[in-house]
């Protein structure tokens, strides 16, 4: 009887081991909803500042014998964070010289030799006309050699 006893309370015990198992079904939860947040980043996927300016200046430039002028523009393109905008200046001491330094050549520029954005974002890259000149006279009084001169392009982010 003991055995017979044991075996019914096992499988009575086996059915309250059982935890019966109930699916929601859809169409009889209430109506839910959620909101995810979307966020940018200032960072690049490679983990760098993502605000960045390009200045494109131009590359050695040749002036020909008696030509009165060069093409020395730049053009500026700028990505910024709030309240920022790229300055840019160009400086020259107007005089090319030998590489002796015996003679000189006077120039001078035009146009755009400072520019201040008035947004942080500059797109498309706004172009800036520079023009170097050298006078008929300048030119007269040369020797044919060849003169060398420096253009200095600044580009600094400052506030708006």
Known sequence: ?????SLALAVVMLF???VPAFAARLNQMPEQSGDV?????TKTETGEDAATFVVTIPADTALYWKQPSADVGYSVESHLTRNKAVSVSVAADGTMKTADGKYTLAYTLD???AYKATAPVVYPAAAQALTLNVSA????????EEYVGTLTYTAAVVAL
């Open 1 to 5: 009887m003991k055995k017979v006893l």
């Open 37 to 41: 947040l979307v966020k940018t980043s």
């Open 111 to 113: 146009g755009a030799t």
């Open 16 to 18: 309250a081991v059982c």
């Open 137 to 144: 006279d300048a030119w007269n009084y040369a020797v044919v």
